[in-house]
């Protein structure tokens, strides 16, 4: 069976400071992982996908299989990115299966 | 159209009524997901179809939670004899066909509240 775990409901940093969501998975096969973000008033969205190594917004995120992780990093964060998000993992008939979410408050 | 709409917005319901949720995809798209969310908790995966078939029911509650995708027309979520514990935010999300189209589009939730 396979499991997103996201340990913090509630992070909040400096604007401008560096921020690491984290997010532990586990999961039998070759896992496919994504970083999806809800901000205020808005619909859930895509922020990161692994495989393709991209840095959107600034955030990164590195699939480390060894430690079953998949954490969410940006050097410098912004007032903007006070949001919700949410880990999840890609199952093989192909739905999401989401961590519970870290509510991300920069403070100005 | 470009986004995943979701009718209605909120939805309330005594115990024991029949709820019904609409999902209209993004045009051209052919996967469908449902999902539940509890108290703003994790998303619980209700079932996904591949045009009007159904592709995964996994998730969904047998008894009372029914779901179509028709051909010209949005698709639904139906909830026979609602109970208190169905009260969540549902979701649905679309996706396109083939390996570039990994992103589900999600739609902006139907609040359902069983009073």
């Known amino acids: 069976a396979q499991r997103v775990t996201q340990p913090e409901k509630l992070l909040s940093v400096f604007k401008g400071a560096p921020v690491e969501l984290k997010c532990n998975y586990s999961?039998?096969?070759?896992?496919?992982l994504f970083w999806y973000v809800q901000y205020s008033r808005q619909r859930l969205q895509l922020l990161l996908r692994h495989i393709s190594r991209e840095s959107i917004k600034g955030f990164t995120a590195d699939l480390n299989k060894g430690e079953t992780s998949f954490h969410l990093k940006k050097p410098f964060a912004q007032e903007e990115d006070s949001a919700m998000y949410y880990c999840?993992?890609?199952?093989?008939?192909?739905?999401?299966?989401f961590g519970t979410g870290t509510r991300l408050t920069v403070i100005p | 159209g470009e986004e995943v709409a979701q009718t209605p917005k909120h939805l309330v319901r005594g115990e024991g009524q029949k709820a019904k949720l609409y999902c209209a995809p993004i045009?051209?798209?052919?996967?469908v997901f449902w999902y539940q969310q509890v108290l703003k908790n994790e998303f619980k995966f209700l079932i996904s179809?591949?045009?009007?078939?159904?592709?995964?029911e996994t998730g969904m509650p047998k008894e009372r939670f029914s779901a179509k995708c028709l051909p010209n027309s949005p698709c639904s979520l139906e909830i026979q004899a609602t109970k208190l514990e169905d009260s969540a935010v549902y979701f649905c999300a679309s996706r396109g066909e083939g390996p570039l189209s990994y992103e589900q589009y999600f739609g902006p939730g139907t609040r359902l509240t069983v009073t």
């Open positions: 999840a993992l890609l199952t093989g008939a192909n739905n999401l299966f």
């Open positions: 999961y039998s096969g070759s896992p496919e």
């Open positions: 179809f591949q045009n009007e078939n159904v592709f995964d």
């Open positions: 045009k051209g798209h052919s996967y």
